[in-house]
Each structure stands twice: as structure tokens, then as C-alpha cells.
């Protein structure tokens, strides 16, 4: 309990461009291209996806930032 | 709607609005930045401008929204001002372009949840009204996606 990290999920909405959000996962979590294309094709074709993890406070941060770009984010504690 | 932004070589882009839709878009972005300034943070169209940090915890939820909401909903007033403001330049810079896409996502995120916007479209009654903003929605995506072109130097993605 308290030890294993807290995930950042990232939802599949039907607002936000597939383009828009690989350059937020460039910009804010610091993927290369690719990375963050793949990433925004598994939110989108599988509804929600793992975008990052770490500590609460980490998690938390990323989520924040996520959020002042639009995107919907939500911090999950590993169970 | 297309060719509103034209990239140039001195890292930017030329502003290829016409004044009429200029207007439109400066007076939405500063209206809205003025509601959202007026607005308390539990306005049901917030849904989408600060939504839920858990779907399974809602005192996490609560509290996050209770220590991020304030900052996130003022990074929201400020880049829909930015954008009121820099629209009527000839040039914009990719570093305050960089600036634009969330203010114009806050923007079709917006009208995406007065309209109740789902994969086909609005599931709000289509009135006049309705499809006035349903285009201006596309209008904004079409501006975003040239946006995005011009700050990743106009690769694809």
C-alpha cells in the first residue's frame, strides 16, 4: 500500500483531433513523434490508454498539465 | 474552409483570415473568456474545461479540482484573450501559435459540450441556432488542424 506508482489515463473523447492530441503528448509528456502518434491511435481505438506513471505527486502533475490542454485525464493508483 | 494560415520560412505564419471571420472569432474567444471569468466553476458546460482527475474516487476528484481548477480555468481565460487579441495580426510566430491550440481547443470544447456533441454529431434538436455553431465547431477544427501544420514544420501529425 503506498508503494506501487499511480498512472496517468488519458479517455478517448469525440472532440479532441487524433492530431492535437499527439503533439499535447509531444509537448507535456515528451514523446518523439511516433511515440505519441501510437499512443493517440491506442486512446482512441481502445477508449482510454496508460499515457505515464510515477509518484502521486508526478501523476498529479501530468494530469494538471493534461488538463490545461483539453485533455481528459484521470490519475489511477496501481493496485 | 481552408488556407487560413500560410506557413512561412521565418518560422510562423501568415494570417490569411478574412476581417468578417476575424471578428467572429475574436468576439467568441472574448466572450467566453468573460463567461468563464463570471461563471462559477460548477457551470455544468465546465464539464469538458476541467473534467473529472477520477471516475472511481470522487473525493480525489473533488479535491484535485479543488487545488487545480482556479489555475487551469485562468490558463483557459488568458490563452482565449491571447487569441482575441492576436488574431488581427498579419504574422503570428509559432511560439505564440504554439499558444493558440489549447485556447482554440477551449473553444471547440465549448460549444462540443453545449451541443452535446457525440461521434455523429450534435444530439442537441438541430435548430438554426445549433447548426450555426455545429459549423463554426468545424470552422475552429479546420483552423486547429492548419495551426497544428505550421508548429510542427508542416509534417504530418
Redesign the interface.
Known amino acids: 500500500v503506498g508503494v506501487l506508482p499511480w498512472s496517468v489515463v488519458v479517455w478517448n473523447?469525440?472532440?479532441?483531433?487524433v492530431?492535437?492530441v499527439?503533439?499535447v503528448f509531444e509537448?507535456v509528456l515528451g514523446y518523439d513523434?511516433p511515440a505519441?502518434?501510437a499512443l493517440t491511435l491506442r486512446v482512441h481505438e481502445d477508449g482510454k490508454a496508460v499515457v505515464a506513471w510515477g509518484s502521486r505527486e508526478k501523476a498529479?502533475s501530468d494530469?494538471?498539465r493534461l488538463?490545461?490542454?483539453?485533455i481528459?485525464?484521470?490519475?489511477?493508483r496501481m493496485r | 474552409v481552408s488556407g487560413q494560415l500560410l506557413e512561412t520560412l521565418d518560422g510562423g505564419a501568415r494570417i490569411l483570415i478574412p476581417e468578417a471571420e476575424r471578428e467572429v472569432i475574436a468576439e467568441f474567444a472574448a466572450d467566453l473568456a468573460r463567461w468563464l471569468q463570471n461563471a462559477g466553476s460548477r457551470e455544468p458546460f465546465f464539464y469538458?474545461?476541467?473534467?473529472?482527475?477520477?471516475?472511481?474516487d470522487p473525493a480525489?476528484a473533488e479535491s484535485?479540482r479543488e487545488l487545480?481548477g482556479d489555475?487551469?480555468l485562468t490558463?483557459?481565460i488568458e490563452g482565449l484573450r491571447r487569441v482575441a487579441a492576436e488574431i488581427e495580426a498579419d504574422f503570428v510566430p509559432v511560439s505564440r501559435l504554439?499558444g493558440w491550440?489549447?485556447a482554440i481547443?477551449?473553444m471547440?470544447?465549448f460549444l462540443?459540450t453545449v451541443l452535446d456533441?457525440?461521434?455523429k454529431g450534435p444530439t442537441v434538436t438541430r435548430t438554426k441556432e445549433a447548426e450555426t455553431l455545429y459549423s463554426f465547431f468545424g470552422y475552429l477544427?479546420v483552423l486547429?488542424?492548419e495551426a497544428?501544420a505550421v508548429?510542427?514544420g508542416g509534417?504530418d501529425?
Open positions: 473523447d469525440p472532440v479532441n483531433l492530431n492535437y499527439a503533439w509537448r513523434r505519441a502518434r498529479e494530469v494538471k488538463h490545461a490542454y483539453g481528459w485525464a484521470t490519475l489511477e | 469538458r474545461l476541467l473534467p473529472p482527475a477520477s471516475l472511481t480525489l484535485f487545480t489555475e487551469i490558463g483557459h504554439e491550440l489549447p481547443n477551449v471547440r470544447l462540443a456533441l457525440d461521434e477544427s486547429q488542424e497544428l508548429v510542427s509534417q501529425g
